[in-house]
C-alpha cells in the first residue's frame, strides 16, 4: 500500500473513532441517565486520550513526509491532514493536561459565581484559564499573533486584523440602526400557551421542509439546542418553551442548517478531513441563513402562520404582516443567545474586542466587568443591570474558548454574501417560500456551498459560492432595508 493511502486509511480509523467520541457527548446531553456523569468523564477521557495520540502519532509525520497525491482532492486531504497533525504537537502535553483540568474546574466556577452575581468569585479561576491560554496561543502561534492562532482553530486562514476591519466598517451603522428602531413601537407579540408536543411536531415538520434526512439524522430535546455528527449520523436537539413557541422552532431551524450541511457533503469525503463543514463560521452562515434570511423572511412566515394557525389556533395575531413583525420584534436585552437578527451582532463585536485585548495583555480580568459595562453602555444606550446579564452570562470563557466569538458574526456576514447571490441566481424563489417549499433555496446552498465540505478554505468556500470577497455590505444593507421597512423608518 502506499504511504498515502496507508495514512488516509489511517486517518479514517482516528475520524470514525470521533464520531464515537462525538455520539458519546450527544448521548450524554440527551439520554443519559443522571447517575451516569462520573463514568461517562472517564470514558470520555478514555477515548479523548486515544485520539490525541493517534493524531500526534509519529507514523503521521512519516506518511506525511512519504505520501504523494494522487489528485487535487488527495492533495486537500494531505493539506488537512498535515493542519491537524501541526496543530496537535505544537502544544506540549503537559500544557494540554493542564488546561483541560483548569477549564473544567473554571466551569463549575462560573456557574456557581453567575448564580450568585459574584464577579470577584470567577476573576481568580479567569486569570488562571487566560494566562493557560496565552501560553497555549504562543505555542501555536511560533513567534506570531496568538490570538491568530487562536482564531485558527475555528476559521482557518483568517486573521483578527481581517475581522476587526469588517466587524469596525459595520458598528456605527448597527448601533444607529437599532436606536432608529427602538425609538418606534414595538409590534404586538403572540399571546396564550403552545402545547409542547404540539411543537414538537410542528419542528418536524419544519426541519423536513428545510431538507433535513430523519432518516439519517433524528430531533431530540435538550436544555441547549446543538448539531452533531456528519455523513450518514447528523443529529440535532431542540428545545420547548409554552409561552414562546418562536424559540423552538427557530433553535430547529438553525440547527437544521448545521446539519443539513454535514449531511449534504459529498459522500466521497465520508469520515475523511474533507468530509465535515469547513470552519465555524462556515457553518454558522448556513444555520444563519437557513434561520434568518430563508427562515425569518416575510415570504417563509407566510406559509408558517398558516401552519401555526392550524395547530394552535388563535393566539392574538390576525394576519400574516403582523406575524412577520412579530417573528422580527426588536426587543431591549442584556443575553447575546436571546438576541435578534439586529442587534446580535453588536453582542459578538463586544466579547471579540475584549478577549483580544485579554490576549493581547491590553486588559487584566480585573478590568473585565468595568470594560464590559462601559462598551455595553456605548453601544446599547443602557447600563448593565446584573452580572448574570453582562460579563458572567456565556460559558465560553471559563472553558477556554478563545477566539470562537467572531466566528457567529462571521457567520453573519457569509449568510449575506450568499443570501446576495443565490437571491440573483433564484428570482422566483420568494412565491415557492410562502408555500414552504425551501428545496430551490437548499439546493443552491447545497450545489454552491454544501457538497465541498473542506475542499477549500473556508474565505475561498464563500468566495466560490458566492462570487465575491467576503465582506459586509450584503448583510448591512439587507438589515438596513428589513428594519426600514418592518418598522417604518
Ligand atoms: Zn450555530
Redesign the pocket.
Known amino acids: 500500500m502506499s504511504a498515502f493511502a496507508e495514512l488516509m486509511a489511517y486517518t479514517r480509523e482516528t475520524q470514525a473513532l470521533g464520531e464515537i467520541a462525538g455520539r458519546l457527548g450527544w448521548d450524554q446531553e440527551t439520554m443519559m441517565p443522571a447517575g451516569a456523569a462520573p463514568q461517562r468523564g472517564e470514558e470520555m477521557a478514555a477515548i479523548e486520550a486515544v485520539l490525541h495520540a493517534r493524531r500526534a502519532s509519529p507514523e503521521v509525520a512519516d506518511w506525511l513526509a512519504q505520501a504523494e497525491a494522487p489528485d487535487a482532492t488527495g492533495a486537500a486531504q494531505l493539506r488537512e491532514i498535515k493542519r491537524s497533525y501541526d496543530r496537535t504537537v505544537k502544544v506540549p502535553a503537559d500544557l494540554a493536561k493542564e488546561i483541560a483540568k483548569v477549564t473544567s474546574q473554571a466551569q463549575g466556577k462560573w456557574a456557581a459565581a453567575r448564580a450568585a452575581e459574584d464577579v470577584a468569585a470567577f476573576v481568580p479561576v479567569l486569570k488562571e484559564v487566560v494566562a493557560l491560554k496565552r501560553e497555549e496561543g504562543q505555542a501555536l502561534a511560533a513567534g506570531g499573533d496568538l490570538y491568530d492562532a487562536m482564531v485558527a482553530d475555528y476559521e482557518h486562514e483568517t486573521t483578527a486584523a481581517e475581522i476587526a476591519a469588517i466587524f469596525d466598517a459595520m458598528r456605527p451603522g448597527l448601533v444607529d440602526l437599532r436606536s432608529r428602531v427602538l425609538e418606534k413601537p414595538t409590534p404586538k407579540g403572540l399571546v396564550g400557551e403552545f402545547d409542547e408536543a404540539a411543537q414538537m411536531q410542528l419542528t418536524a415538520k419544519l426541519a423536513q421542509a428545510f431538507g433535513y434526512d430523519l432518516d439519517h439524522g433524528r430531533v431530540d430535546k435538550a436544555v441547549h439546542p446543538f448539531s452533531s455528527g456528519s455523513g450518514l449520523d447528523v443529529r440535532i436537539t431542540t428545545r420547548t418553551n409554552k409561552a414562546d413557541p418562536f424559540n423552538c422552532f427557530y433553535s430547529t431551524i438553525?440547527e437544521v442548517g448545521?446539519a443539513a450541511y454535514e449531511q449534504n457533503i459529498s459522500h466521497d469525503y465520508l469520515l475523511t478531513p474533507l468530509g465535515r463543514g469547513v470552519s465555524m463560521g462556515v457553518?454558522?452562515s448556513q444555520?444563519r441563513i437557513y434561520e434568518n434570511q430563508i427562515g425569518r423572511g416575510e415570504a417563509f412566515t407566510t406559509w408558517l402562520f398558516a401552519e401555526m394557525r392550524e395547530v394552535f389556533g388563535d393566539f392574538g395575531i390576525e394576519d400574516a404582516g403582523s406575524f412577520y413583525k412579530a417573528v422580527n420584534t426588536v426587543h431591549k436585552g442584556y443575553i447575546r443567545t436571546e438576541a435578534d437578527e439586529l442587534q446580535y451582532n453588536l453582542h459578538i463585536m463586544l466579547r471579540f474586542d475584549l478577549e483580544r485585548a485579554l490576549m493581547a495583555g491590553d486588559l487584566e480580568v480585573e478590568d473585565l466587568e468595568a470594560a464590559w459595562n462601559d462598551r455595553f453602555e456605548a453601544d446599547f444606550g443602557y447600563a448593565v443591570d446584573r452580572p448574570s446579564n453582562g460579563c458572567l452570562q456565556d460559558v465560553h470563557w471559563s472553558v477556554g474558548l478563545f477566539g470562537y466569538f467572531p466566528t457567529y458574526s462571521l457567520g453573519n456576514v457569509y449568510a449575506g454574501c450568499l443570501n446576495q447571490k443565490m437571491r440573483g441566481d433564484l428570482p422566483g424563489l420568494d412565491q415557492e417560500l410562502a408555500t414552504g417549499d425551501t428545496s430551490s433555496a437548499t439546493g443552491w446552498l447545497r450545489e454552491n456551498l454544501q457538497q465541498f465540505g473542506g475542499l477549500r478554505s473556508p474565505r475561498d468556500t464563500i468566495q466560490n459560492a458566492s462570487g465575491m470577497v467576503p465582506d459586509h455590505a450584503p448583510l448591512m444593507s439587507y438589515l438596513e432595508e428589513k428594519f426600514t421597512r418592518i418598522y417604518g423608518l
Do not use: D, N, P, Y
Open positions: 438553525h448545521h457553518h454558522e444555520s
